[in-house]
């Protein structure tokens, strides 16, 4: 199989992810949760990836790292956790469900207000609009890095620029740019970064977590056991346990350990400039086709990914072609990215989309691009 399903989640993953996690099965106990070998090994497994991740997204505290089973879990504890009644704030048309949902909760619920700048038929932005949207009443910009559907990068550091000049939070959507794209949090005005390891950081599902900058406060989403001051009422204070309840996935979190390394060895450019040169290569080829659409902005850098349809067809009859007949692997549908098909025009179509990794080769581009050429015609 021709797997080309990446922003969804990543199959292929180094070989030292799988040795780390298998190990960690073999040895590792509960963290916190004793002074036995178990216990101590699986603490320091923990420690030692905050360590790592604080380091590689420019957190300057490990301990404001914390831990989730997913970014969704991630984007709802920020979200949940930083807002009340009366706030305002600020989000995109590029945005994923697991952005989206949680504020129209919290809009219905506890009557936070919400604006949405829009997007235009590339599915790019203005970046004015942040500004001519801020209120006095506004707390925050939330938005995506990168498109899970057309691959388009937002300036993050231009969005957190203007959130800081006017005293805002910036919480980011890192899904499909943590591992492959630089993130430098300090540098980049990021308040919260919230990221999944399962994606582009090639770690294991059921991995992820947000990076707090010093100052900002989140409200605990769940609370529960953590090891630590049994005899409180409410959840511990400090970070990481305010936001960390229950058993830490050890297991998983060796693996993101091991996958973080593999990163720092290999270079995120380097991950960044094969994937773009995968990406542009496909892109180049399918535009050309007759009756096929690509959809997003080209122009500059982004992510890579390509989302295309064929002539009218619907797009989960060809994404099963392409698996069906070539062994090709896509993601048709909505991609859980409303808003963004609503300014494609794509909302009953939907849309096949390809995203590649650093396991993927110029030859199973070269394949896809024929098998695209021949459904079209």
């Known amino acids: ?111 936070i207000e919400l604006s949405i700048v829009p997007a235009d038929e590339n599915g790019c932005i203005c970046y004015d609009d942040f500004e001519k949207m801020i209120r006095p009443n506004t707390r925050a910009i939330v938005t995506t890095h990168i498109s899970n559907l057309t691959g388009n990068m937002l300036d993050i550091a231009r969005i957190g620029k203007i959130a800081h000049a006017h005293d805002l939070l910036y919480i980011v959507d890192a899904a499909q740019s943590a591992g492959n794209i630089p993130i430098d949090m300090a540098a980049m005005d990021i308040d919260v970064l919230c990221f999944t390891g399962h994606k582009g950081l090639y770690g294991p599902q059921g991995t992820g977590g947000l990076c707090v900058m010093p100052g900002v406060q989140i409200r ?9 001051q049994t005899y409180l009422k409410k959840q511990p204070e400090d970070m990481p346990v305010r936001l960390e309840a229950g058993t830490m996935n050890a297991h998983g979190l060796a693996g993101l350990s091991a996958a973080v390394d593999f990163i720092n060895e290999t270079g995120v450019e380097e991950i960044h400039r094969h994937e773009m040169e995968l990406m542009q290569l496909f892109y180049r080829e399918v535009k050309e086709i007759d009756g096929v659409t690509v959809y997003g902005d080209f122009s500059g850098d982004r992510g890579a990914i390509v989302s295309i349809n064929i002539r009218d067809y619907d797009s989960s009859e060809v994404s099963d072609c392409l698996m069906q007949d070539y062994e090709i692997a896509t993601r048709p549908g909505a991609h859980c990215a409303p808003l963004m098909h609503e300014a494609l025009g794509t909302t009953d179509q939907g849309a096949v989309r390809f995203s590649f990794s650093w396991f993927n080769t110029k030859d199973e581009v070269l394949d896809a691009i024929k098998a695209v050429r021949e459904l079209s015609e």
């Open 1 to 111: 199989m021709i797997y080309l399903d990446n922003a969804a989640t990543t199959i292929h993953k180094p070989e030292t992810v799988i040795e780390a996690v298998t190990e960690a099965m073999r040895h590792v106990g509960n963290s916190a949760r004793g002074t036995h070998a178990g216990s101590l090994d699986a603490a320091r497994i923990i420690f030692e990836t905050r360590m790592k991740i604080a380091s590689l997204f420019g957190c300057p505290d490990p301990t404001r790292v914390a831990f989730t089973c997913n970014i969704t879990e991630s984007l709802n504890i920020a979200i949940n956790g930083l807002f009340s009644e009366g706030d305002h704030v600020i989000t995109t048309m590029l945005e994923h469900n697991s952005v989206l949902r949680p504020l129209y909760r919290l809009e219905k619920e506890r009557g």
């Open 220 to 228: 605990p989403f769940k609370v529960g056991g953590t090891g630590v």
